[in-house]
T-cell receptor
Framework: QKEVEQDPGPLSVPEGAIVSLNCTYSNSAFQYFMWYRQYSRKGPELLMYTYSSGNKEDGRFTAQVDKSSKYISLFIRDSQPSDSATYLCAMSPLGAGNNRKLIWGLGTSLAVNP | GAVVSQHPSRVICKSGTSVKIECRSLDFQATTMFWYRQFPKQSLMLMATSNEGSKATYEQGVEKDKFLINHASLTLSTLTVTSAHPEDSSFYIC????????????FGPGTRLTVL
């Protein structure tokens, strides 16, 4: 079993739809959760950064973490064609040092159709 | 956010040659940088952790003699693919944590390597 599971999709939605992306994980030590967006042939860019459980909202994006279920989600409201990209979840455990490597999901490919 | 650059963005080389890829943190210092490779429609695969002033730490299955990493300064890490072969063709991406938030990493734009 992989430490982080993410459905690769592809996911196709009409413009304006609410998109739900999610990852599950097995390591209860994970405390830091991130969502990255990657456009084709570009490096990933950080979208959301969350520590421990709870919700975080930034514009049209909402990140949720449910540590009891080991489940994290990213919601995109009023999706736009420019949101078409691959979304990767990443996480890391609590521990000493700031330079700990991340554990990555496979990434979900999203297409928002005009 | 912090800026990480990579050079070159794309390189095509003949089999057997060596290729050097540079990763720079432009507006912050990075004692650690990470090197990833990514095959089409697949996730990031961590290759190695580059440490300024010391040897890189390689992930299991990554040949350290083939993928040479040098972290010469607090803003520069280089990855050299030695004696490249077509199976080394991939997208190579570096990242650096900024230290302002634990484990937050900023990525370079990537380097597309094609070995003929």
């Amino acid at each position: 079993q992989k430490e982080v599971e993410q459905d690769p999709g592809p996911l196709s939605v009409p413009e304006g739809a609410i998109v739900s992306l999610n990852c599950t994980y097995s390591n209860s030590a994970f405390q830091y959760f991130m969502w990255y967006r990657q456009y084709s042939r570009k490096g990933p860019e950080l979208l959301m950064y969350t520590y421990s459980s709870g919700n975080k909202e930034d514009g049209r994006f909402t990140a949720q973490v449910d540590k009891s279920s080991k489940y994290i989600s990213l919601f995109i409201r009023d999706s736009q064609p420019s949101d078409s990209a691959t979304y990767l979840c990443a996480m890391s455990p609590l521990g000493a040092g700031n330079n700990r490597k991340l554990i990555w999901g496979l990434g979900t490919s999203l297409a928002v159709n005009p | 956010g912090a800026v990480v650059s990579q050079h070159p963005s794309r390189v095509i080389c003949k089999s057997g040659t060596s290729v050097k890829i540079e990763c720079r943190s432009l507006d912050f210092q990075a004692t650690t940088m990470f090197w990833y490779r990514q095959f089409p429609k697949q996730s990031l695969m961590l290759m190695a952790t580059s440490n300024e002033g010391s040897k890189a730490t390689y992930e299991q299955g990554v040949e350290k003699d083939k993928f040479l990493i040098n972290h010469a300064s607090l803003t520069l890490s280089t990855l050299t693919v030695t004696s490249a072969h077509p199976e080394d063709s991939s997208f190579y991406i570096c990242s650096a944590p900024t230290g302002t938030r634990r484990d937050e990493q900023f990525f370079g734009p990537g380097t597309r390597l094609t070995v003929l």
